[in-house]
């Protein structure tokens, strides 16, 4: 191995159990946010399913899987990512390795406590911030614990210059803190007096699910379109505009068209949604000039997986647009439409964004290769094939049952039944994320149990070797 | 940028600027938020719902009915039409007779009034909010903030998987809504809404019957105060009902 060869596996060894244990976490969560959502896609086929248990209501099960799919598998990941991303860009190994592995078992019972505490009526009854206040308090905990490996890691690093990825994950890491303690301590701890509670609510989940988000991953696929074809960002002129931009306009968005607070909100809102074409178009031309020129074979890896994210980056970025606009929004608003959006944002930009960063990094944080390489490209494929069958149909009747809604001879039962094929087909694409999220957890939990094995054989041997001896001549 | 110091201070202020638009904005305009008074009336809106519709609103939030159901009803717009109250003389009516009366904006309605008061005529302008949701009979105007001041946690609901239940309360009595809770399809043929079975138990005496549980009751309760058929000023309406 050269110089650079060994400089680089010490770094990734230094990640090794961190990542491990947070991406171990992440991979169960998924499925079982999966799971759970695919139960509550059920309900509008067999609504007598579970007439019987209040655990499974559609009002429980619904926000429990969108809470385990955004806190149990999307933030844990991100957050294993980005300690990876900032070790290897700063060519430093990462600091106080223990913390994150402590944080990944905190978050992971914060996230146990929080969905349990949904299914039994616990449920905070805001959207996206459902997991009850002692669930809350461990993920913020877990959160700080995790930020601070970063930051220091951060700011032991040799290679002292900031790449465009730096930027968008640091700005991302601190996000997060302050929305989440600003909506628990406004909503949860100290309520806020009436509507203005459903406007800190809207502010939080644009800020966590499009901003947040966007930012981490948006880090990440710049980091990974850059690793892999080995060349660096393009067009790092118009990438700083589109940072800038993006921190910009887009906290602002979110406030929806018909609600019934004061009117500059949705307005302030609507403005800012039609500003978001400035970074939407800035993104794509360093996204275009990144790609088109990097000599890459794409083959259903992590390279494959970074390029789509990034388009469905821009795509859900429209959809937002669309959705905040006012004349269409006002149509829009209350129906499918918002949901799709949402999905669009979570499944087919986050999600295959963090999988690529978890594959590029495990064969080389791990010291083994993968050990079913080809579930990386069937997993690709499983997570496109649902993301089209979940977002089109969803997207489709939420236009449709907008446009119907406008119209009140059309009876509010007709509105309904016509969205039910459309929730069929989504089923299905929930059925094919949840196979593409076994094909994960399995490439993960058998390359850990492989690990394992090897550290018990390693000591093993150290325990049962034959004691060194000399002679000792008298 | 060159520093780690510089990409914080641009999130922060990114961030910072969000945050006083839609956190700290809302929360002083918002966050003191008091009763008003009911349009042309010394009552003053909203009152606290009473105490089993306060907890039904837990039992709402428990079971994430919120998931489905919104409780925001939209408005279009207003049309006002004028109309003559009382004794007129022949000149006033003459006057009427060349004038709009009907589907006129506000701006409008008050210049026709003011041509009728001139001539000396008595007149009543009647305020009719329009919108989809109007129309549909799910209330008689659009929600404002007002009407949420006294709920902990506000429940706007964000996806019409179900019909909107502003006004539920004054569209169904409580023997209407346990049996919908019960069967939802034995009063709604075409109806997505589970069946909610488990908040029912049977009656004691072993007579087989379905009784309510406290949750029901109370769950009941607050869909029965869910009523916003108050005109105010930031939402008028004419609660007599215009000519036709």
């Known amino acids: 191995m050269n110089a650079n060869e060994t400089k680089y596996s010490a770094i990734d060894a230094s990640c090794r159990v961190p990542l491990l244990a947070l991406f171990g976490g992440a991979a169960l969560w998924l499925i079982v946010g ?29 926000p429990a899987a969108n809470d385990a799919i955004v806190y149990g598998f999307a933030l844990p990941a991100a957050l294993g990512v980005v300690l990876w991303i900032f070790a290897r860009l700063g060519e430093t190994e990462l600091a106080l390795p223990i913390v994150p592995i402590a944080a990944a078992n905190i978050w992971n019972i914060g996230v146990l406590v929080g969905i349990v505490g949904i299914l039994i009526g616990n449920s905070t009854g805001f959207a996206w911030l459902e997991f009850p206040r002692p669930a809350s308090v461990l993920i913020f ?148 000039k990144t790609v088109y020129g990097a000599k890459v074979e794409c083959k259903g ?123 069929r087909v989504s089923s299905m694409g929930w059925l094919f994320l949840l196979l593409g999220s076994l094909m994960l957890a399995a490439n993960i939990f058998v390359m850990t149990i492989k690990w394992h094995l090897g550290v018990v054989i390693c000591v093993k041997d150290a325990i049962t070797a034959p004691l060194e001896t000399q002679e000792v001549k008298s | 940028m060159k520093s780690g110091f510089s990409v914080f201070l641009a999130a922060f202020i990114g961030l910072g600027l969000s945050w006083c638009g839609f956190v700290l904005g809302p929360v002083l305009q918002l966050g003191a938020g008091k009763q008003t008074m009911v349009l042309n009336s010394s009552e003053v809106y909203p009152n606290q719902r009473p105490g089993d519709a306060t907890l039904g609103l837990q039992v709402y939030r428990a079971y994430g009915c919120a998931a489905c159901h919104t409780t925001q009803v939209g408005q279009d717009g207003m049309i006002c039409d004028v109309v003559l109250a009382g004794k007129n003389s022949a000149a006033v009516s003459n006057l009427v007779a060349s004038l709009k009366l009907t589907g006129l904006t506000i701006d409008d309605a008050g210049l026709v009034s003011s041509k009728i008061a001139a001539a000396g005529g008595k007149m009543e302008t009647h305020i009719i909010p329009v919108g989809a949701d109007i129309a549909r009979g799910w209330g008689m105007r659009h929600s404002v903030a007002e009407d949420f001041l006294w709920d902990n946690p506000v429940q706007l609901g964000s996806v019409r998987i179900g019909p909107d239940l502003a006004n539920v309360g004054l569209r ?32 004691a005496g072993g007579s087989g019957k379905l009784v309510p549980s406290e949750d029901a009751k109370n769950l009941v309760a607050y869909l029965l105060s869910l009523r916003v058929n108050v005109p105010l000023h930031d939402a008028p309406y004419s609660t007599v009902a215009p000519k036709k």
């Open chain 2, 172 to 203: 169904y009595d409580a023997a209407w809504e346990y049996q919908h809770l019960l069967d939802p399809k034995s009063q709604t043929p075409n109806s997505a809404m589970p069946p909610y079975k488990f908040l029912f138990e049977s009656a």
């Open chain 1, 34 to 62: 999966l799971g759970l959502a695919f139960l509550a896609s059920l309900t509008f086929h067999m609504p007598e399913k579970f007439a019987g248990c209040p655990y499974f209501s559609y009002g429980r099960i619904e």
């Open chain 1, 301 to 423: 890896g992590p390279y494959c997986h970074a390029k789509f994210a990034t388009a469905a980056f821009i795509l859900s970025a429209l959809m937002l647009l669309c959705w905040g606009c006012p004349v269409f929004g006002k149509v829009v608003d209350l129906t499918w439409f918002g949901p799709s959006q949402v999905y669009m944002q979570l499944f087919g930009f986050f999600a295959i964004v963090v999988c690529a960063g978890i594959y590029e990094s495990l064969a080389g944080v791990m010291g083994l290769e993968l050990p079913f390489p080809v579930f990386v490209r069937f997993q690709h494929w499983a997570f496109m094939i649902g993301l089209a069958l979940l977002v089109v149909p969803l997207a489709w009747c939420g236009v449709h049952q907008g446009f119907k809604m406008q119209d009140a001879t059309i009876p509010f039962s007709d509105i309904t039944q016509g969205t039910l094929m459309s929730l």
């Open chain 1, 141 to 288: 905990i877990a959160y700080l614990l995790i930020a601070i490996s970063a930051f220091a890691t951060f700011g032991a690093r040799r290679e002292r210059a900031l790449q465009p990825a730096h930027w968008f994950l640091l700005a991302g890491l601190f996000w997060f803190p302050w929305i989440y303690s600003t909506a628990n301590l406004f909503l949860v701890a100290w309520p806020v007096r009436g509507v203005t509670q459903a406007v800190i609510d809207w502010w939080f989940s644009n800020n966590l699910l499009f901003v947040c988000f966007g930012l981490l991953g948006l880090g990440t696929a710049f980091y990974l379109l850059s690793k892999i074809s080995a060349r660096p960002v393009q067009a790092t002129n118009y990438a700083l505009f589109a940072f800038w931009t993006f921190i910009l306009f887009a906290p602002w968005c979110g406030m929806p068209q018909t609600a019934p607070i004061p009117a500059w909100l949705p307005a302030a809102s609507g403005v800012a949604s039609g500003l978001m074409v400035v970074p939407v178009i800035a993104l794509c031309v360093v996204y275009l």
